[in-house]
Antibody, heavy 118, light 110 residues
Framework: QVHLVESGGGVVQPGRSLRLSCAASGFTFSSYGMHWVRQAPGKGLEWVAVIWHDGSTKYYADSVKGRFTISRDNSKNTLYLQMNSLRGEDTAVYYC???????????WGQGTMVTVSS | QSALTQPPSASGSPGQSVTISCTGSSSDVGGYNYVSWYQQYPGKAPKLMIYDVSKRPSGVPDRFSGSKSGNTASLTVSGLQPEDEADYYCSSYGGSNNILFGGGTKLTVL
């Protein structure tokens, strides 16, 4: 069964760092591009970042560029999101998602909540 | 880039059809056939309903269909059922190595 399970969320003070993980199972992780998407409480979805299947290319939303880093370890079937200089507006549920070959995210994790507050 | 524009709400009675629009620009929706639609229940992760404008993943009922005309994509739900009541989000490749989402539409089955 195909699964994505996020972890690492929690409450953190503004300016501090947090690293999220997304463990994949049930498919060949190294064959897929992977994304992080977030959703602030009561708000819509916001794309955060993408990493290609082999980790060679990464792109970020302007709102997180320079502060967040997406990475992956294909030997561990795990996706990461290193979040630095966190702000209140980063408060959200963070989802990892698998990308289809062309477009669309066909598999999503259950999400992990990040709260940035003093 | 700005988010894609969706109506905040839509509604229909059981058995009816409802269409949700998603308006972007020639730089995103209109420029690529990379529009997808997601269904989300409260407190749950989104679920892919349509990809590449009009393709349905395995397991998604054929009551759900997608289309595009110019800079506007549409999701049509035919034969509305109570379980279709949820939030729906459109998404498109943004043309600058980014992905755009719409603000979401709350679909109510009356």
């Amino acid at each position: 069964q195909v699964h994505l399970v996020e972890s690492g969320g929690g409450v953190v003070q503004p300016g501090r760092s947090l690293r999220l993980s997304c463990a994949a199972s049930g498919f060949t992780f190294s064959s897929y591009g992977m994304h992080w998407v977030r959703q602030a409480p009561g708000k819509g979805l916001e794309w955060v970042a993408v990493i290609w299947h082999d980790g060679s290319t990464k792109y970020y939303a302007d709102s997180v560029k320079g502060r967040f880093t997406i990475s992956r370890d294909n030997s561990k079937n795990t996706l990461y999101l290193q979040m630095n200089s966190l702000r209140g507006e980063d408060t959200a549920v963070y989802y990892c998602a698998r990308q289809l070959v062309t477009s669309g995210f066909d598999i999503w994790g259950q999400g992990t909540m990040v709260t940035v507050s003093s | 880039q700005s988010a894609l524009t969706q109506p905040p709400s839509a509604s229909g009675s059981p058995g009816q059809s409802v269409t949700i629009s998603c308006t972007g620009s020639s730089s995103d929706v209109g420029g690529y056939n990379y529009v997808s639609w997601y269904q989300q229940y409260p407190g749950k992760a989104p679920k892919l309903m349509i990809y590449d404008v009009s393709k349905r993943p395995s397991g998604v009922p054929d009551r759900f269909s997608g289309s595009k005309s110019g800079n506007t994509a549409s999701l049509t739900v035919s034969g509305l059922q109570p379980e279709d009541e949820a939030d729906y989000y459109c998404s498109s490749y943004g043309g600058s190595n980014n992905i755009l989402f719409g603000g979401g539409t709350k679909l109510t089955v009356l």
